[in-house]
């Protein structure tokens, strides 16, 4: 959780976003970063765009999670089933709680980078999960 700015203050110079809550869905995508255009070397956490995603992904097969910023909120769970809701949060903030755990965490892990990947190349975006993405 943070005080900042907001997603889509966030994410809007750099993608055509105009809501807060197309902004929460677009976060959650593979791939999306607010880091998408700036040089590897201004790029000093190495973001992929792939934190939120696996996130999300883990916590909604497991249990579920909540995700709001601005005036919306995404609820997911249960096969990433997800429901948009109005909301008042100034900043930020991803919560989530496992119902179970996965047996064998990292096949979960790098099955989901993987579809993660495969989703974004198909959506023009050439960026693959970072190390912190697949810490396991």
Known sequence: MDA????LASLSPTYPIES????LDFALRPGVSRT??????QNIYDNSGF????????AASFGWFAFGSGN????????IQREQQDFS??????????????????????????VGEEEAQ????SRRASGLSKMY
Do not use: C, W
Request: a positive charge.
């Open 4 to 7: 900042g700015q907001g997603v």
């Open 20 to 23: 807060d809550r197309e902004a």
């Open 36 to 41: 998408t255009n700036l040089p590897k070397e």
């Open 51 to 58: 934190g939120l995603y696996v996130l999300s992904s883990v």
């Open 72 to 79: 919306s909120r995404v609820i997911g769970h249960g096969n």
């Open 89 to 114: 949060f100034m900043g930020t903030f991803f919560g989530m709680r496992l119902r179970s755990s996965p047996k064998d965490f990292r096949n979960v892990l790098n099955d989901v980078i993987e």
């Open 122 to 125: 198909m959506q023009g975006v």
